[in-house]
């Protein structure tokens, strides 16, 4: 099994819906990334989370630490958040980060 | 924010040549550099960890006379793949954290992709 799981894989959306994508990891972590690498390939960093909430114009990430779970909402989508979203953890003790599979969205016009 | 370069943003080779991956931290000091590949739709894989003025710590399955790493001032890093082959081809990220902008913080590279014929 996998330290760090998303679901769903994929995602197919119609713009304007709202959007989630989970992540659970199984290690004690003392910060977790979500990542957008758009076909390119560049990776951008969108929030690095160790407790709460944030938020950053359409985009929300929350963390459970006690239930070990985030989750990444994107509101009223749009064909360019089409992306593959990487959820990534940085246990506790250490520099590297663990990267979930990673779910591919699409938002169709 | 913080930006990190990767230079070339992709290169094609010949098996058996050498090619140096250039990784810049280009408005902070990075203290710790990290390498990692990715294959075709599959998440990122930590090859190795380097700090500035000491040798990089390689990732169990990394063969480090292959992938060669060199973190020789604050700002570059580089990865050389030596004698590449075409297993070799795949898409090299670098990213670049330092203490000064926090220790969890990590910034991305756009990424090198390498085609071995």
């Known amino acids: 099994k996998n330290e760090v799981e998303q679901s769903p894989q994929n995602l197919t959306a119609q713009e304007g819906e709202f959007i989630t994508i989970n992540c659970s990891y199984s290690?004690?972590?003392?910060?977790l990334h979500w990542l957008q690498q758009h076909p390119g390939g560049g990776i951008v960093s969108l929030f690095m989370?160790?407790?709460g909430k944030k938020k950053h114009g359409r985009l929300i990430a929350t963390i459970n630490i006690q239930e070990k779970h985030s989750s990444l909402h994107i509101t009223a989508s749009h064909p360019r958040d089409s992306a593959v979203y990487i959820c990534a953890v940085r246990s506790v003790g250490t520099d590297k980060l663990i990267f979930g599979t990673g779910t591919r969205l699409q938002v169709f016009p | 924010g913080a930006v990190v370069s990767q230079h070339p943003s992709w290169v094609i080779c010949k098996s058996g040549t050498s090619v140096k991956i250039e990784c810049r931290s280009l408005?902070?000091?990075?203290?710790?550099m990290f390498w990692y590949r990715q294959f075709p739709k599959q998440s990122l894989m930590l090859m190795a960890t380097?700090?500035?003025?000491?040798?990089?710590?390689?990732e169990q399955g990394v063969e480090k006379d292959k992938f060669l790493i060199n973190h020789a001032s604050l700002t570059l890093s580089t990865l050389t793949v030596t004698s590449a082959h075409p297993e070799d081809s795949s898409f090299y990220i670098c990213s670049a954290g330092a203490r000064e902008i926090g220790t969890d913080t990590q910034y991305f590279g756009p990424g090198t992709r390498l085609t071995v014929l």
């Open positions: 989370l160790s407790s």
């Open positions: 290690v004690g972590i003392s910060a």
């Open positions: 380097s700090n500035e003025g000491s040798k990089a710590t390689y």
């Open positions: 408005d902070f000091q990075a203290t710790t």
